[in-house]
């Protein structure tokens, strides 16, 4: 593995676990929404900084990642936004009844 094969390897892992897809031990992982999104911009910085400068497993390796990164993004962000839609109509509901 190339050291930047690594650095692509360890601002994803960040990412990930900003995302929350790493749980610490019986605690739920917590999401932190801005510093998945910083993470997920300089690994997209880095695939157009580099462009043409790669090798051909670097820039798959960078690629796929930034591409993956993108996808669990939407899903924690739509997962963030349904709980807290739920949230909201929990805390109503006793004001109603």
């Known amino acids: 593995m190339s050291?930047?094969?690594?650095l692509?390897?360890?601002?994803?892992a960040d990412?990930?676990?900003?995302?929350?897809?790493?749980?610490r031990g019986d605690q739920p992982a917590e999401v932190q929404l801005p510093m998945?999104?910083?993470m997920i911009d300089?690994?997209?910085?880095l695939q157009e900084k580099t462009k043409g400068n790669l090798s051909?497993?670097?820039?798959r390796n960078?690629?796929?990642?930034?591409?993956?990164l993108r996808f669990r993004y939407l899903q924690a962000f739509e997962a963030e936004g349904k709980k807290?839609?739920?949230?909201?109509?929990?805390?109503?509901?006793p004001a109603n009844g």
């Open 8 to 12: 692509v390897l360890s601002l994803r």
């Open 84 to 93: 807290a839609a739920e949230a909201a109509k929990a805390a109503e509901a």
């Open 36 to 38: 998945a999104r910083k």
């Open 15 to 23: 990412a990930e676990m900003q995302l929350g897809l790493y749980p």
């Open 42 to 45: 300089l690994l997209a910085m």
């Open 56 to 59: 051909l497993e670097e820039q």
């Open 3 to 6: 050291d930047f094969d690594f």
């Open 62 to 68: 960078l690629d796929n990642s930034v591409t993956e």
